[in-house]
Nanobody
Framework: QVQLVESGGGLMQAGGSLRLSCAASGSIFSTNAMGWYRQAPGEEREMVAHFTLSGRTTYADSVKGRFTLSKDGAKNTVHLQMNSLEPEDTAVYYC?????????WGQGTQVTVSS
């Protein structure tokens, strides 16, 4: 069984920084892709930053230059460093893991950015 545990959300003023972490446990294949999605109220879930299976990183245009995705492969953990936060970044952030045809989601962590 695969579990994703997220941490690091919270309330921050615009211009501030937060760091999200997601630790995967269970039967984790060496070939996998992890990243972050987010969902704001009334909106669809959207990709924020994600590693591809080839190890490249892709970012949503809205966060390029502000957010940085990193990973600790040995610990099956990814981190999302979020700088220069904007009120539009307010959402529930979800960690996602893809292994083969299976995908797994974390429970979500709230990020609220006040203006």
């Amino acid at each position: 069984q695969v579990q994703l545990v997220e941490s690091g959300g919270g309330l921050m003023q615009a211009g501030g920084s937060l760091r999200l972490s997601c630790a995967a446990s269970g039967s984790i294949f060496s070939t996998n892709a992890m990243g972050w999605y987010r969902q704001a109220p009334g909106e669809e879930r959207e990709m924020v930053a994600h590693f591809t299976l080839s190890g490249r990183t892709t970012y949503a245009d809205s966060v390029k230059g502000r957010f940085t995705l990193s990973k600790d492969g040995a610990k099956n953990t990814v981190h999302l460093q979020m700088n220069s936060l904007e009120p539009e970044d307010t959402a529930v952030y979800y960690c996602r893991l893809v292994m083969g045809s299976q995908e797994y989601w974390g429970q979500g962590t709230q990020v609220t950015v006040s203006s």
